[in-house]
DNA sequence: CCATTGACTTAAG
DNA sequence: CCTTAAGCCAATG
């Protein structure tokens, strides 16, 4: 494997599974990267997200911050298309944060098991 | 090469 | 709940 690629390992298990978050349900940053083992390196979750737009296929409004805030919806096409795909998911967003982000709240743990 | 920034999180007060 | 401070590390200037 070749180490010098724009995208590491970390990226790349990052897509994997942001892809795999359910729909109508979102995770957190730091839910991420603590299942990737490092959990003090959330921002490169959010740096990784950055960099998913080359990949259409990556769900990334379905990743908000710990407190369900919409922190990344002025990256996306519009500052409003990462809560409209939200709510056209069931997802309740108010004021640019998820509501009851407890029960919408998927934790990637589940698939590893 | 050094400084700053950023779609973040945690701990402490 | 709010503010600081510290940790994290790729990207950018």
Known sequence: MKVSEQHTDFFHQVYEIVRLIPTGRVTSYGAIAKVLGTPKSSRMVGWAMNASH?????????VVNRKGLLTGKMHFE?????????????VIVKDDCVQDFNKVFWDPSEIIQ
């Open 54 to 62: 080359q990949d259409p296929t990556i769900p990334a409004h379905r």
């Open 78 to 90: 519009t500052p409003t298309k990462m809560e409209e795909l939200l709510r056209k998911e069931g």
